[in-house]
């Protein structure tokens, strides 16, 4: 066995290389953020599944309740970016015995909560023994193969929007893993952000109604991560004008001497969308969903993304959040000793 | 916390009744082999995810491939045991770092080789950094409602089949898990059905075709509790007539002086069907897939299995294989280590 660790995203190039090397071709790459099956000439099943894992996915001071139902949030996420509402669920859960039926109750709730939000039924699911917390939420839905959403097809010229700001979630990890209950108190919607994120499910659909949006991501791999996807996949470049920074965590990097647009940057499990919009048609877009948020553009290119910040040009590396390599686990048994109180 | 420790099949109950108060009702019970979603009135999307975990699902002796391989054919035998083609994969991986090309190999030759086997497509997946090997195997096809096998409706008059013989299964992995060479090279079979285990996809769809199946289950947990749930879901008794052991397994019980009846009965992850068949269609149907056995027949009743035997009725337990009470974990790191032979 080697001692040289591969990344989240090295195995994921492996396995995908293996798997298209052996079938014929997929309407839709294994790079984008849902699988499709051709079901039809104008229809296509959608599938997605995502695991939470509790050491890596669920920082302490979140609850079981919360960390059920944002695996569902990061499933759906993936539906919203495809402009695709998701139809069913599945959940396959793992848990470590003993198992009592308050855990079994809390993550009932998360479940339905989440399923409830996003107007999605839970279909069935599985469950296991397992060493730590796993929830694998798989969704699945239908689209029409013209109104998806894909991270290819940003052309020269699209406005680079965003449905909100960025660096709440960085901040609000980094908040909880301080076990800092002043910090928390006072900045409590950065907190918010990680324990309760939400999935922009209507705003993706209005965007795929649209018929104006030429690429969409969501970020929860980071902004400077989505930005570098649709660049890479459509072959352009991209221009920053600025970097969305939620005034939030803007003041906390302050008070912490830390940089906000590294926080707005390189972040992640940030459920917001990052998308290429037709230039003609984004000022009507932005009256009907207000949160948009311009921030950069689309350029011929092949593949850079940079931003024009203080008069200077400078390159946005393509870091982002990753399972192997971006934190060490968080302690496994919180999710158990925190319940408690 | 409480300290009662709630068996997996507890846990199934506490969470379908959950999910099933909060929404409307679906055409095919959380209790079935699959999950359905009503797509129109002739056409179901049908969904499955069955999770496999390493330190209770993987013997010592088993390869990663063997495992990867393993995952998808519990998966597709749900879907056989429904006559309903898989069409599309997703698989969701959970990996311990360090995590080398070789592992990631292995596991990809495990699952196209099993896409293969059954001719459905990898369409995606997820990975994350678990302590302990995670494959989650989703499945997705379509069937017609009218066609699809269900676990009710077993009729009295029917008659109980199975496609193949039991207890080898359960006799391979008391030889894997003893370590003992000699007795795995003069039980070969009985340690493949293990490592190498096959879904019954063509029979099942054979099966579905033929209209005269009335209820259908596979034997994942084990001949005994598929014979309960058939009961149970069907309100019937069902009489067995004679409990299929496989031969090998009655010549490995001999030797070891276990009973080979409760090898064949109380085992697991055996992936035969075991199915309720019309009584006047049995001996044609019979002709077309010579692998089906009679063992028994539905009388009118309230959910009991008993068996003749030797001229006396006896009342076979609704016991079988169970996650968080059937066995304890094995080691966690005999995949690592087992690699280098």
Redesign the interface.
Known sequence: ??????G?RQ??R??TR??AT???S?PLG?DDD????P?SRNRW?V???????G???VPPGMSLEQAARKAVVATVSDFAAKGVQP??L??????T?????????E??NG??RA??EYDC????????????L?I?C?G?G?AEPKRMLRRSGARPGDVIAVTGTFGKTAAGLRILLAKNKASAMRFSKLVESVTHPMARLETGLKLARSGAVHSSIDSSDGLAWSLHEIARLSRVDILLENIPVAPEAEVFARRESLGAEDLALYGGEEYELVVAIRRDAFSDLKKRIPSLIRIGRVEAGRGEVRVLSRGRMRSIEPRGWE??VSMS?YS?NHL?SS??H
Chains 1, 2 share one sequence.
Not at 47 to 53: E, G, I, P, S, W
Not at 90 to 95: P, R, V
């Open positions: 066995m080697t001692n040289t660790g591969l989240e195995i994921i492996i396995l293996r798997f052996s079938q014929p997929l294994f849902v699988a499709v099956f079901f099943i599938l997605k599944t995502d695991m939470l894992f050491h890596t996915d139809l069913g599945l959940i396959s859960l793992g848990l015995p003993p198992v009592g039926p308050r855990i079994v109750n993550i009932a479940l339905n399923a409830r039924r839970i279909l069935g699911g599985d469950t296991g023994e397992s060493d730590d796993v694998d798989i699945f239908l399972h192997m686990p496994r158990l319940r408690a």
